[in-house]
């Protein structure tokens, strides 16, 4: 079942929370005692900067897939993923403040810096009187080219997951798998939440990873046999043909889907249903063109339904989780307290000088 670590920090005793969740979650993703360590700097780093920039913030650790995968790979590469989000001030100067040796609290400034050079992956999202979001990933071996495979697909997936009320398990989960030039983006949100919920969407990622070379209505369906006996869950499946340059969808239940188009963001639909227990009889496929622009955006409904999409989130030079971690960040409100687990993933191509 999908276990995240969901700490908020608000004082100095969780960022020890923070570093123990990343060596718990090191552990379940084989990484060996260097690697773990790394991963533990790397948390604690980010969980004390959120005090000393932001006033306190979010830490989300979870194990994830590479952003990236090789042909015929289904993402069994594991990484220890640490996200923070804060409504702070921002970062006036990014770059200055991935510098060594850079601080404004009269500290060693040797925070970002550091984790930017020992993560493997690291970006992140800043904007002045908005606040600040952080990923970074640590996987098994120091060279992140190694757990990361090159992107010969031409895109890449990301995702954040936050438990309903900080539980350990969160009932959403999602997967993405590829078959030679077909790359598919999977989100399910088991019903209701807790530990019953996550069985359904863990069965849903255990299904996909026998699917990759399927179209996304047939996919589906195999996912609909494999959750029978669960409570069932809200499916969607994104597949982009990358030599066809074409992106095909198909959902049951309250998945939003959104894309973004040259900047104009654009709905695809999902159909009434519980994957596993009242699937439609017919699936129906939605095609859009897949270009170098493109950003596709999966989230459950933990996210509020009248979310509006900013520019900051159709950007294919910001890695998918930050997407996805700055689209939580920005719909959440105290106004609108959420009430189920919230997953948010993203699917976008890579620029072209990025390959």
Not at 10 to 23: F, I, L, N, P
Not at 147 to 152: I, V
Not at 155 to 167: D, H, L, Q, T
Not at 206 to 226: K, M, T, V
Request: charged letters at 20%.
């Amino acid at each position: 079942m999908p276990r995240v670590w969901d700490v908020p920090v608000h004082d100095s005793t969780r960022v020890r929370d923070a570093r123990v969740a990343a060596e718990h979650a090191a552990a379940m993703a084989g990484l060996d005692d260097r690697r773990t360590a790394t991963a533990s700097l790397v948390a604690t780093e980010l969980a004390t900067n959120l005090l000393k920039h932001a006033g306190g913030g979010q830490v989300l650790i979870d194990v994830v897939a590479p952003t990236v995968l090789g042909a015929d790979r289904d993402g069994e590469t594991r990484l220890v993923q640490v996200a923070t989000v804060d409504h702070g001030p921002g970062i006036a100067d990014v770059s200055a403040a991935l510098r060594d040796g850079f601080t404004t609290t009269h500290s060693l400034g040797a925070g970002l810096g550091t984790c930017a050079r020992l993560a493997d992956t690291f970006d992140l999202h800043s904007v002045p009187g908005r606040g600040t979001v952080v990923v970074a990933r640590v996987g098994a071996v120091p060279d992140g080219r190694a757990t990361e495979p090159g992107p010969a697909a031409g895109v890449r997936a990301g995702a954040v997951n936050v438990p309903f009320g900080g539980a350990d398990y969160s009932g959403d989960a999602w997967a993405w798998v590829r078959a030679g030039d077909r790359v598919t983006l999977m989100l399910a949100d088991g019903l209701g939440h807790g530990p019953e919920a996550a069985r359904a969407s863990t069965a849903a990622v255990e299904a996909l990873r026998g699917s990759a070379h399927l179209a996304p209505a047939e996919a589906l369906r195999r996912l609909d046999r494999a959750l029978g006996g669960t409570r069932g869950a809200a499916v969607a499946v994104a597949q982009v043909d990358t030599r066809a340059a074409v992106l095909r969808f198909v959902g049951v239940g309250n998945i939003g889907a959104r894309l973004c188009a040259g900047g104009t963001w654009r709905h695809m639909v999902s159909q009434p249903g519980i994957v596993g227990t009242h699937r439609p009889t017919t699936l129906r496929e939605e095609e859009a063109a897949w270009a170098d622009d493109r950003v596709l955006v999966l989230h459950s409904d933990g996210l509020p339904s009248r979310w509006t999409p900013t520019p900051d989130t159709c950007r294919t030079a910001a890695d998918p989780a930050v997407t996805a971690a700055v689209t939580v960040r920005d719909a959440s409100s105290s106004a609108r307290p959420v009430r189920d687990d919230t997953a948010v993933a993203v699917l976008a191509s890579i620029p072209p000088d990025a390959r």
